[in-house]
């Protein structure tokens, strides 16, 4: 519904699948981007439930165990929905699929720049604590409490994290890229400075 001369955002804080050309539209030239990602082992588990009855490779098989022994016999590229069951964090970054393995470094270089901070999931305390110093906000500007967690998680096991990984071989590429970023700016950061504020966070 954008026209030109129409609203601009001060911020947009969404689910999307990330089209740069589109949100320049919208959003001001010196605007900051951010995002987060997680280990595609633990995506793709949490997918396989939540997106269960929305992507059809996950739907026709009996379990998720039935799945990784054999994911070519349920999924099929292009099919509605699927991309739900493989390389759902690639796919969000509006990154193309698929990708030659010569093309990825320049393309996770690439979307670098264009996303000069990805946090990590998995180290979400310390994430929001580069994420304020990056935005100059106060300290008391930022909180965090669980919200909208799963329960429980099904239980994988070492096999099957590193079946998931290999699945998602694009989301594993994208993860172990922007890890390797975070901790370069975690260090630049100092981690011991980094620890006591994530602390603090929490406290």
Known sequence: GFRPGGPRFDIICHHMRFQLSEVQRVMPNDSFYFSIVRDPGAVAESAFSYFRAA???????????????????????????????????????????????????????GLERVFPLVLLAERFDESLVLLRHRLCWPRDSVDLFPHNA??????????????????????????????????????????????????ELRR
């Open 55 to 109: 992507a059809p490779a996950f739907r026709n098989s009996p379990s998720l165990g039935a799945f990784l022994a054999s994911p070519e016999r349920f999924f099929r590229a292009g099919q509605r929905g699927n991309h739900y069951a493989r390389n759902l964090q690639w796919f969000d970054f509006g990154l193309p699929e698929p990708a030659h393995p010569g093309q990825i470094p320049e393309l996770l270089g």
């Open 150 to 199: 799963r329960g429980s998680a099904q239980e994988v096991t070492p096999e099957q994290l590193r079946r998931l990984r290999a699945w998602n071989s694009l989301d594993w590429a994208l993860y172990s890229h922007f890890n390797r970023s975070f901790w370069r700016q975690a260090r630049a950061f100092g981690l011991e400075r980094l620890r006591r504020e994530a602390a």
